[in-house]
């Protein structure tokens, strides 16, 4: 049973891993980049919880993908990071009493009060494409920390890439 | 604040009050500065150009002030080190070593200096004084600044203080001789406001902290780290700070009064509040409000309450800055399509873009003097602290790093103090982060103490 569950959440991991690859584009294909994902999209499942996420936690949404990455100073959503807020719509739609806070996030290459503008463009452009797709927008509330709270560290364009995020948390 | 009740204090019986004669370290426009010798020797001038070499700094004799009491000897002593430590940290001084000192405090206690023995040591300035407690328990400072060539007292006051206030007395006798000296204001007697930091990057735990300007009387200002605390600023007329505080994870811009510790958020807007600096008045405070993805610039009224919206477009307007006189914002935005720094009346009218330069320009800081603006710049990958005119001529670049940010200015408008942050790698090792001084031609760069890791200071006016 035991080993069951684990592999269950180790499964986890590696689906998290697998959705969360893609997105850091051709340039991360270098050292670091597969342990860098997991990380951050599991801090809320430690492995001493033997429990898979119930659905709708939060646990159950960073399964499918808790983030969107951006390209160096620019707020606008890729192709990728489309597709991926259209999975947190469809999400959001399955459990109509959850509530989303969209995190906006910057790398350590701007000033601290540019950054927290450009983290506030960041999840609002996220923000706005779940309305879009008919998320109420009482349902999604945004806030940016700019640089101050980093996904990963390492002054290098890998980190910094991981690091230019908008980050869905469930409340 | 402490009460300290200062007059001059005439030379001794059969020298001249050297009060409007005297040499003096010019410094004009912040570029150049000489030596004007007194006349009264004929001696050759001694002339510094640092826009061209290192300034020659001025060497100066600072003997212990002189005590009767072992208790009034200690005093002398440590205000005699702080003084010291206050002009060689301005780069402009060079004080002597007192081993080499010929004629004792007593000595000068007793009887006008013997300026031959202070001219042996090659002392062009000579500092002495003496620190007497009273019988209500206060004590008296006395101080004389010595033209040694000249043979002119330049400077001397009596101050009387309370015994715990001799620190802030020896600031204020340092400021007198850099005044004397230089013709400009000091920038002793004053303080920092900063964050101070600790933790791993992503989880960094960060506090206000507030010292005097030479990392002496440290506290910290807040004490929960659950909240970020961002951007303090001093306010130009009170001991208050305005900064950035995430209290509740609400990102909102306090007021702190800095000796109550009292604070008080600016405002109830409905987006981000941040980017606060006090108008000169110190009535209002402009600041940037982030509303659905796009950042404008407030100006808010602490007394009335009454905020107005002064940019509207939809670009990212942030770190506003006043300029002294009140009439000027210079702020930093993206309407451009990269970061630049751009100047509107006080009212929001008549934007101009005033940076030109390859890069990007961002938290514009007002020169306290109004001749210029600071700045920080990110090029090719670098990061620079600059300055430029108002009107976007003269750019200057002081220092460059992996990360240099965040410029304030000294009250004089000579010394500016910025962070300077190390790259970290994969395991979290470096990013030390620290503060650092420099004169405003871009030499005498030194970092500034602090008990951990601290960015986004401020500097206080001259305590009044």
């Not at chain 1, 990728?80 to 009493?97: F, G, H, I, Q, T």
């Not at chain 2, 001794?12 to 006349?39: E, H, K, M, Y």
């Not at chain 2, 300007?213 to 506290?219: I, P, R, Y």
Request: hydrophobic letters at 35%.
């Amino acid at each position: 049973m035991r080993s069951k569950v684990l592999s269950l959440i180790a499964l986890g991991l590696l689906l998290a891993a697998c959705q969360t690859a893609p997105q850091q584009g051709g340039a991360a294909g270098g050292t670091g980049a597969a342990v860098q994902p997991a990380a951050p999209t599991t801090s809320a499942a430690p492995a001493t919880t033997l429990t898979a996420p119930a659905p709708g936690s939060r646990g159950d949404f960073e399964l499918i993908g808790d983030r969107v990455l951006f390209d160096f100073d620019k707020s606008d959503l890729r192709p990728d990071s489309r597709a991926r807020v259209e999975r947190w719509a469809a999400w959001l739609k399955r459990y109509p009493n959850v509530r989303l806070t969209i995190e906006g996030h910057c790398d350590e290459r701007g000033t601290r009060e540019y950054n927290i503008a450009l983290g506030d463009r960041r999840a609002n452009a996220a923000k706005r494409y779940l309305v879009s797709l008919g998320i109420d927008t009482n349902r999604v509330a945004t806030i940016s920390y700019g640089k101050e709270r980093p996904a990963v560290l390492g002054s290098n364009e890998s980190s910094w890439q991981q690091n230019r995020r908008s980050q869905a948390v469930v409340n | 604040m402490m009460t300290l009740s200062s007059r001059p204090l005439p030379p001794p019986a059969g020298f001249p009050a050297g009060w409007s004669l005297g040499r003096r370290l010019v410094l004009t426009g912040g570029i150049a500065a000489f030596w004007g010798l007194s006349q009264r020797m004929a001696a050759a001038e001694i002339r510094i150009d640092i826009t061209r070499g290192q300034p020659q700094p001025l060497p100066v004799a600072v003997s212990t002030f002189f005590g009767t009491a072992p208790e009034e000897a200690q005093v002398g002593a440590d205000m005699a080190r702080v003084v010291t430590a206050d002009l060689e940290r301005s780069g402009l001084f060079r004080p002597l070593d007192p081993r080499a000192f010929i004629q004792t405090p007593a000595a000068l206690k007793a009887a006008p200096p013997r300026l031959t023995d202070w001219r042996q040591i090659n002392a062009q300035a000579l500092v002495h004084g003496n620190v007497e407690v009273q019988r209500d328990g206060r004590v008296k400072v006395e101080f004389r600044l010595w033209d040694v060539f000249a043979e002119q007292q330049m400077a001397g006051s009596v101050f009387t203080t309370p015994a715990s206030n001799w620190r802030r007395v020896a600031h204020v006798i340092a400021d007198a001789i850099y005044k004397r000296v230089t013709g400009e204001d000091g920038y002793f007697d004053t303080r920092v406001v900063y964050v101070s930091e600790r933790g791993p990057q992503q989880r960094r735990l960060k506090r206000l902290a507030i010292m005097d300007q030479d990392g002496a009387n440290h506290k910290f200002l807040t004490t929960d780290e659950r909240f970020l605390v961002l951007t303090p600023r001093f306010s130009p007329t009170s001991q208050e700070i305005t900064y950035l505080s995430y209290v509740n994870n609400r990102p909102r811009v306090y007021v702190m009064d800095v000796d109550t510790a009292r604070q008080e958020v600016v405002g109830d807007f409905p987006g981000i509040t941040f980017a606060p600096r006090f108008s000169p008045d110190g009535n209002r405070v402009v600041l940037s409000l982030s509303e659905d993805g796009d950042t404008r610039i407030y100006l808010m009224d602490l007394r009335t309450k009454a905020f107005s919206r002064l940019t509207s477009s939809t670009a990212i307007d942030t770190s506003p800055c006043f300029a002294p006189d009140g009439r000027q914002i210079v702020f930093n935005s993206d309407r451009g399509g990269s970061q630049q720094l751009y100047v509107m009346e006080a009212n929001g009218a008549n934007v101009r873009r005033i940076s030109f330069g390859a890069g990007k320009y961002a938290t514009p800081v007002w020169s306290p003097r109004g001749d210029l603006i600071a700045f920080t710049k990110i090029t090719e990958g670098k990061f620079y602290i600059g300055v430029m005119r108002p009107d976007g001529s003269g750019e200057r670049l002081l220092t460059e790093s992996f990360l240099v940010e965040g410029p304030t200015w000294a009250p004089n408008g000579r010394v500016i103090m910025y962070f300077r942050q190390e790259p970290t790698n994969e395991r979290g090792q470096g990013g030390r982060t620290r503060l650092y001084s420099i004169d405003l031609t871009g030499y005498n760069e030194r970092e500034i103490n602090t008990p951990e890791d601290a960015s986004d200071p401020a500097w206080s006016p001259l305590i009044p």
